[in-house]
């Protein structure tokens, strides 16, 4: 009896176990929205360098055109960029000087992740922001609503830094406010404007 009841324990845990970790896959598959990687903005601070190379150690500034220089690399456009892909897209143009050239590329200064939040808001304007914020986070920044907001009609205006190609996202904080579809309640690119009628 002891060791039946012994077994249903073991079965009951390891099922138990399968099932948490199901979960966390499921959960883990919708990370990269909620958790997306860091994109370089304009005036962010980069520290580039290649190994074995003192005079390619270096602080880039982010110019206001989402550009770059950097020595054997020359121009290019790094915001929209993780740091990952500008490191693998100098590390290409440098291994034509230096063979097998390891670079780092990491940001030392985050100046561009800006959001703006404007209409019927206490505080409307640009917040330029350490990490990252949804859109909930965004009006709450802004010191919440008017109340004359249209609650219901929200809209977040997103334009791509690369093809400058604009969308608009609906956000209905009436609802999310009550917990209900919250997936509306997207994570902010630099560069949104969360608009409040």
């Known amino acids: 009896m002891i060791h039946k009841s012994i077994k249903h ?20 598959g919708n990370a990269p929205d909620n958790n997306p990687a860091y994109r370089i903005g304009p005036e962010d601070v980069l520290q580039i360098s290649v190994w074995k190379e003192e005079d390619l150690d270096k602080e880039v ?4 055109d989402g550009g770059i220089s950097f020595p054997l690399a020359g121009d290019l456009t790094v915001s929209g960029k993780t740091p990952k892909q500008v ?12 063979p097998e050239a390891v670079v780092t590329v990491s940001v030392t200064k985050v100046s561009g992740y800006t959001v703006f939040v404007i209409g019927q808001v206490q505080n409307p304007g640009q917040f330029t922001l350490g990490r990252y914020v949804d859109v909930m986070q965004a009006l ?10 249209v609650e219901d009609k929200i809209q977040i205006q ?6 400058q190609d604009q969308q608009v996202y609906r956000f ?15 994570v902010l690119h630099s560069g ?5 009628p």
Request: glycine share 8%; no cysteine; charged share 25%.
């Open 87 to 98: 490191q693998e897209e100098i590390r290409r143009r440098v291994e034509r000087y230096i």
């Open 158 to 163: 997103r334009r791509s830094q690369l093809t």
């Open 9 to 28: 324990a073991a079965t009951y845990v390891l099922g138990l176990g399968l099932f948490v970790i199901s979960f966390g896959a499921m959960a883990e």
């Open 192 to 196: 949104d404007v969360v608009v409040v």
């Open 61 to 64: 500034l982010v110019r206001p």
């Open 140 to 149: 709450t920044l802004a010191g919440g609503m008017t109340p004359y907001a």
């Open 172 to 186: 209905d904080f009436s609802d999310v406010k009550r917990g209900r579809d919250l997936d509306q309640n997207i």
